[in-house]
C-alpha cells in the first residue's frame, strides 16, 4: 500500500535550518508530483511548495518564497524540504502528500502522519 513517512522536524532557533524528508513507498515516485503542507496550531493547513516530476519546483505564499525548496531523489524513493532562514511563525506540523498527477495542481491523494518543527529560541 501507498505509504509516506515524514522526518526531520525538531526543535530549531531562529534563522536555523531544517532539512525534512519524506521517504515513500508502494508506488513510482517518479510519476507523481509531490507536496508539502503545513498545519499551525489553530490554522487551517496551508500549502507550502511541491515539486513536479520533473523536478519543477513551485513554492507558495511569500512567507516562505526564497526560504524553502523541494526536491527529489527518485533513487531513493525519497523527497526533502529544505528550509533555511526559519521563524517562528513557521512552527507547525509539517505534511508531505502524493499529488494525484505527476503535475502539481491537482489535490493530494496520499498523505503522511506529519513532523512536528519548532521555532523557538
Known amino acids: 500500500q501507498v505509504q509516506l513517512v515524514e522526518s526531520g522536524g525538531g526543535l530549531v532557533q531562529p534563522g536555523g535550518s531544517l532539512r525534512l524528508s519524506c521517504a515513500v513507498s508502494?508506488?513510482?515516485?517518479?510519476?507523481?508530483?509531490m507536496g508539502w503542507f503545513r498545519q499551525a496550531p489553530g490554522k487551517e493547513r496551508e500549502r507550502v511548495s511541491c515539486?513536479?516530476?520533473?523536478?519543477?519546483?513551485?513554492t507558495y505564499g511569500d512567507s516562505v518564497k526564497g526560504r524553502f525548496t523541494p526536491s527529489r531523489d527518485n533513487a531513493k524513493n525519497t523527497v526533502y524540504l529544505q528550509m533555511n532562514s526559519l521563524k517562528p511563525e513557521d512552527t507547525a506540523v509539517y505534511f508531505c502528500?502524493?499529488?494525484?498527477?505527476?503535475?502539481?495542481?491537482?489535490?493530494?491523494?496520499?498523505w503522511g502522519q506529519g513532523t512536528q518543527v519548532t521555532v523557538s529560541s
Open positions: 502528500a502524493r499529488v494525484s498527477s505527476r503535475w502539481c495542481g491537482p489535490d493530494p491523494d496520499y
Open positions: 508502494g508506488f513510482t515516485l517518479d510519476y507523481y508530483a
Open positions: 515539486i513536479a516530476y520533473n523536478d519543477r519546483a513551485t
